[in-house]
Nanobody
Framework: QVQLAESGGGLVQPGGSLRLSCAAS????????MSWYRQAPGKERELVAA????????NYADSVKGRFTISRDNAKNTVYLQMNSLKPEDTALYRC?????????WGQGTQVTVSS
């Protein structure tokens, strides 16, 4: 019933850009805080960016500040992650997360690979 479907990942050269999308269904998206996490092989899961239900507040990991931008369109039940100036260390599986009323939902993820 609850679904978070990520898309937009792929292979990109260092310095390039990608925009990830996460389409949500099965819950009240507009009342949910949303975030993006990433995890690379052998590394712990990392919170990349978060945005409140209204979009009024955002937070970013220090490693991506100034390069990544999280946004949402509540009319489309979609959250985005614009990634610019990509670095090899950004390579990871990126997963969308929703938090609402004490429940947490996860998408399956989309792979981002930054390599020359």
């Amino acid at each position: 019933q609850v679904q978070l479907a990520e898309s937009g990942g792929g292979l990109v050269q260092p310095g390039g850009s990608l925009r990830l999308s996460c389409a949500a269904s099965g819950f009240t998206f507009s009342s949910s805080d949303m975030s993006w996490y990433r995890q690379a092989p052998g590394k712990e899961r990392e919170l990349v960016a978060a945005i409140t239900s209204t979009g009024g507040s955002t937070n970013y990991a220090d490693s991506v500040k100034g390069r990544f931008t999280i946004s949402r369109d509540n009319a489309k039940n979609t959250v985005y992650l614009q990634m610019n100036s990509l670095k090899p260390e950004d390579t990871a599986l990126y997963r969308c997360n929703a938090y609402t009323w004490g429940w947490v939902y996860w998408g399956q993820g989309t792979q981002v690979t930054v390599s020359s």
